[in-house]
Protein backbone atom coordinates (compact mmCIF):
# COMPACT_ATOMS: atom_id res chain seq x y z
CA UNK A 1 0.00 0.00 0.00
CA UNK A 2 3.02 2.80 0.99
CA UNK A 3 5.03 1.52 -1.69
CA UNK A 4 2.38 1.96 -4.36
CA UNK A 5 1.07 5.51 -2.96
CA UNK A 6 4.97 6.78 -3.01
CA UNK A 7 4.64 6.05 -6.70
CA UNK A 8 1.04 7.27 -7.80
CA UNK A 9 1.61 10.34 -5.44
CA UNK A 10 5.26 11.09 -6.35
CA UNK A 11 5.41 11.07 -2.39
CA UNK A 12 9.26 11.88 -1.38
CA UNK A 13 9.28 9.49 1.47
CA UNK A 14 6.67 7.73 3.60
CA UNK A 15 6.23 8.17 7.10
CA UNK A 16 5.04 4.98 9.55
CA UNK A 17 3.55 6.43 13.05
CA UNK A 18 3.09 3.37 15.19
CA UNK A 19 0.60 4.72 17.65
CA UNK A 20 1.45 4.86 21.12
CA UNK A 21 -1.90 4.62 22.84
CA UNK A 22 -4.86 4.05 20.19
CA UNK A 23 -8.04 5.80 21.37
CA UNK A 24 -10.16 3.44 19.20
CA UNK A 25 -8.96 0.20 19.84
CA UNK A 26 -6.59 -0.82 22.44
CA UNK A 27 -2.90 -2.63 22.03
CA UNK A 28 -3.95 -6.38 21.06
CA UNK A 29 -2.29 -9.60 21.34
CA UNK A 30 0.00 -8.23 24.49
CA UNK A 31 2.36 -6.71 22.05
CA UNK A 32 4.43 -4.11 23.27
CA UNK A 33 5.14 -0.77 21.51
CA UNK A 34 9.22 -1.98 21.30
CA UNK A 35 7.77 -5.11 19.59
CA UNK A 36 5.33 -3.05 17.47
CA UNK A 37 8.33 -0.22 16.73
CA UNK A 38 10.66 -3.53 15.68
CA UNK A 39 8.20 -5.00 12.97
CA UNK A 40 7.79 -1.63 11.13
CA UNK A 41 11.49 -1.16 11.67
CA UNK A 42 11.47 -4.51 10.01
CA UNK A 43 9.02 -3.55 7.52
CA UNK A 44 10.55 -0.48 6.23
CA UNK A 45 14.32 -1.83 6.45
CA UNK A 46 15.84 -1.30 2.91
CA UNK A 47 13.14 1.35 1.57
CA UNK A 48 15.41 4.74 1.58
CA UNK A 49 12.12 5.92 1.15
CA UNK A 50 10.28 5.01 4.16
CA UNK A 51 11.02 6.46 7.54
CA UNK A 52 10.03 5.66 11.05
CA UNK A 53 8.30 8.48 13.47
CA UNK A 54 8.28 8.03 16.92
CA UNK A 55 6.37 10.85 18.16
CA UNK A 56 3.46 9.00 19.48
CA UNK A 57 5.35 6.25 21.01
CA UNK A 58 7.34 8.79 23.10
CA UNK A 59 4.04 10.92 23.97
CA UNK A 60 1.99 10.57 26.88
CA UNK A 61 -1.77 10.55 26.14
CA UNK A 62 -3.84 9.01 23.88
CA UNK A 63 -2.33 9.06 20.07
CA UNK A 64 -5.16 11.52 18.38
CA UNK A 65 -4.22 11.35 14.76
CA UNK A 66 -4.58 15.48 14.59
CA UNK A 67 -1.88 15.69 17.83
CA UNK A 68 0.21 13.13 15.87
CA UNK A 69 -0.08 15.08 12.63
CA UNK A 70 0.59 18.87 14.29
CA UNK A 71 3.99 16.84 15.88
CA UNK A 72 4.84 15.91 12.16
CA UNK A 73 4.21 19.45 10.31
CA UNK A 74 6.27 21.37 13.52
CA UNK A 75 8.93 19.32 12.42
CA UNK A 76 8.81 19.80 8.78
CA UNK A 77 6.37 22.83 8.09
CA UNK A 78 7.20 23.15 4.67
CA UNK A 79 5.95 19.72 3.85
CA UNK A 80 2.49 18.64 1.94
CA UNK A 81 1.02 16.22 3.99
CA UNK A 82 -0.80 13.32 3.00
CA UNK A 83 -2.59 10.51 5.39
CA UNK A 84 -2.52 7.08 4.05
CA UNK A 85 -5.73 4.86 5.29
CA UNK A 86 -7.46 1.58 4.42
CA UNK A 87 -10.69 1.59 3.10
CA UNK A 88 -12.37 0.28 6.92
CA UNK A 89 -10.53 3.11 8.42
CA UNK A 90 -12.35 5.47 6.40
CA UNK A 91 -15.59 5.06 7.39
CA UNK A 92 -14.54 5.89 11.15
CA UNK A 93 -12.72 9.00 10.18
CA UNK A 94 -15.79 11.22 11.18
CA UNK A 95 -15.38 9.89 14.40
CA UNK A 96 -11.72 11.01 14.94
CA UNK A 97 -11.11 13.02 17.41
CA UNK A 98 -11.58 16.91 15.90
CA UNK A 99 -12.16 15.10 12.82
CA UNK A 100 -13.21 18.39 10.69
CA UNK A 101 -9.78 20.09 11.91
CA UNK A 102 -7.94 16.88 10.87
CA UNK A 103 -9.70 16.27 7.33
CA UNK A 104 -9.18 19.93 6.24
CA UNK A 105 -5.51 19.68 7.60
CA UNK A 106 -3.67 17.04 4.69
CA UNK A 107 -4.77 15.55 1.87
CA UNK A 108 -6.04 11.69 2.44
CA UNK A 109 -5.45 8.82 0.81
CA UNK A 110 -7.24 5.27 0.74
CA UNK A 111 -7.03 2.08 0.01
CA UNK A 112 -9.66 0.08 -1.30
CA UNK A 113 -10.44 -3.63 -0.30
CA UNK A 114 -11.26 -6.01 -2.68
CA UNK A 115 -14.83 -6.12 -1.63
CA UNK A 116 -15.28 -2.22 -2.13
CA UNK A 117 -18.87 -2.00 -3.69
CA UNK A 118 -21.50 1.05 -4.24
CA UNK A 119 -21.86 1.56 -0.83
CA UNK A 120 -17.89 2.61 -0.47
CA UNK A 121 -18.07 5.05 -2.89
CA UNK A 122 -21.69 6.20 -1.90
CA UNK A 123 -19.58 6.78 1.39
CA UNK A 124 -16.95 8.67 -0.15
CA UNK A 125 -19.08 11.16 -2.20
CA UNK A 126 -20.77 11.65 1.05
CA UNK A 127 -17.74 12.20 3.18
CA UNK A 128 -16.79 15.06 0.29
CA UNK A 129 -19.06 16.58 0.30
CA UNK A 130 -19.59 16.87 3.92
CA UNK A 131 -16.03 18.22 4.38
CA UNK A 132 -15.24 19.86 1.11
CA UNK A 133 -12.57 17.83 0.45
CA UNK A 134 -11.31 15.65 -1.64
CA UNK A 135 -10.01 11.82 -1.19
CA UNK A 136 -7.95 10.21 -3.37
CA UNK A 137 -8.07 6.29 -4.28
CA UNK A 138 -5.01 4.08 -4.58
CA UNK A 139 -5.86 3.14 -8.45
CA UNK A 140 -5.17 -0.34 -9.36
CA UNK A 141 -5.05 -1.39 -6.26
CA UNK A 142 -6.89 -3.10 -3.74
CA UNK A 143 -6.12 -5.73 -0.66
CA UNK A 144 -7.59 -7.77 1.11
CA UNK A 145 -5.48 -8.20 4.27
CA UNK A 146 -5.97 -6.06 7.51
CA UNK A 147 -4.15 -5.97 10.53
CA UNK A 148 -7.25 -7.67 12.40
CA UNK A 149 -7.20 -10.91 9.84
CA UNK A 150 -3.33 -11.16 9.97
CA UNK A 151 -3.94 -10.96 14.08
CA UNK A 152 -6.77 -13.63 13.77
CA UNK A 153 -4.69 -15.52 11.46
CA UNK A 154 -1.38 -15.90 13.68
CA UNK A 155 -3.56 -16.60 16.57
CA UNK A 156 -6.03 -19.78 14.81
CA UNK A 157 -2.36 -21.30 12.81
CA UNK A 158 -4.20 -20.31 9.48
CA UNK A 159 -1.35 -20.10 7.71
CA UNK A 160 -1.05 -16.68 6.72
CA UNK A 161 2.59 -16.07 6.32
CA UNK A 162 2.46 -14.66 2.73
CA UNK A 163 1.47 -12.05 3.77
CA UNK A 164 4.16 -11.12 6.10
CA UNK A 165 7.51 -9.83 5.23
CA UNK A 166 9.99 -13.18 6.49
CA UNK A 167 11.93 -11.08 8.97
CA UNK A 168 8.37 -10.07 10.55
CA UNK A 169 6.85 -13.64 10.55
CA UNK A 170 10.11 -14.85 12.25
CA UNK A 171 9.97 -12.20 14.77
CA UNK A 172 6.57 -12.58 15.40
CA UNK A 173 6.87 -16.60 15.63
CA UNK A 174 10.41 -16.17 17.79
CA UNK A 175 8.62 -13.97 20.28
CA UNK A 176 4.85 -15.80 20.07
CA UNK A 177 3.47 -12.85 19.61
CA UNK A 178 -0.48 -12.37 19.18
CA UNK A 179 -1.07 -15.48 20.66
CA UNK A 180 -0.13 -17.74 18.03
CA UNK A 181 -2.03 -21.21 18.10
CA UNK A 182 -4.49 -20.18 20.70
CA UNK A 183 -7.29 -20.02 18.44
Not at 22 to 35: A, N, R, Y
Not at 120 to 128: P, Q, S
Not at 156 to 182: A, C, D, M
Request: glycine letters at 8%.
Amino acid sequence: MAEVALEQFALDQVIWVPAGHPPHKPLLGGVTSEERLEMVRLTIAGNSKFSLSLVDINRSGPSYAIDTLGLLKAENPDAQWFWLIGQDSLVDLPTWFHANELIASCEWIIAPRLDYRNEFFNLLMKLEARFGRRFWLLKDFSMDISSTKIREGLKNGLGIESWLLPSVNQFIQKKKLYHIGEG
